[in-house]
């Protein structure tokens, strides 16, 4: 029987790879997006298996249409990937309460509705898979990065929790903490910037979406990985 995956914030970056490379391997893929149209419509032009939904989901009115829309038309949701996000440098002494709850909202309450709502079907099915696109800054904390880095801490005990709550559903909970990945959201930093992190990691290279679009599929086919915070960084971070 046909996967039924939806990712969000799959419009573009690291989401926008991995939507592209499950659905090329056959999956069935609802591609969330919320202010990226034109590209999410390109993306589904240029992809059968995908189809693609506009919500915002810090809202949990459009997330709950959402999940209603997916299971209406396929009957359930097999794998979520929690991957819609953003990160801002800021000193956090210049942090404002409108730049916490902003981050807030879309990094970590985005995570936890979405869940939420999700689950709600995966526990009626007794399966399920969720992975949530985390950070290594989540694990050790980045300057000038602080409420992202809370963000995605919280994020990675959310899921460490559900990895226990949810197993006795068959429900596999697991993170993927990346490090620097070739993408828009790393744009801000000039080539100079990018040369002094390499010589930071042992591997001497900064990632590429295919690293994390691997072991996503990995913890998709997988059946016995649980609760782990799987950090994909070159060795940039070692813990």
Known sequence: MEKIILITGASRGIGREIAKRLSNKGYKVIANYNRSEEQAKKLQEENKNIDIYKADVSKREEVKNMIQYIINKYGKIDILINNAGISENKLFTEVTDEDWYYMINNNLY????VTQEVTKNMIHEKQGCIINISSIWGIVGASCESIYSITKAGIDAMTKSLAKELGPSN?????????I???DMNKNLDSKEIENIKEEIPLERIGKTTDIEKCVEWL???NYTTGQIISINGGWVIT
């Open 110 to 113: 985005s995570a936890f509705c």
């Open 171 to 179: 429900i596999r909970v697991n993170s993927i903490a990346p490090g």
């Open 181 to 183: 990945i070739d993408t």
């Open 220 to 222: 998709i086919e997988d």
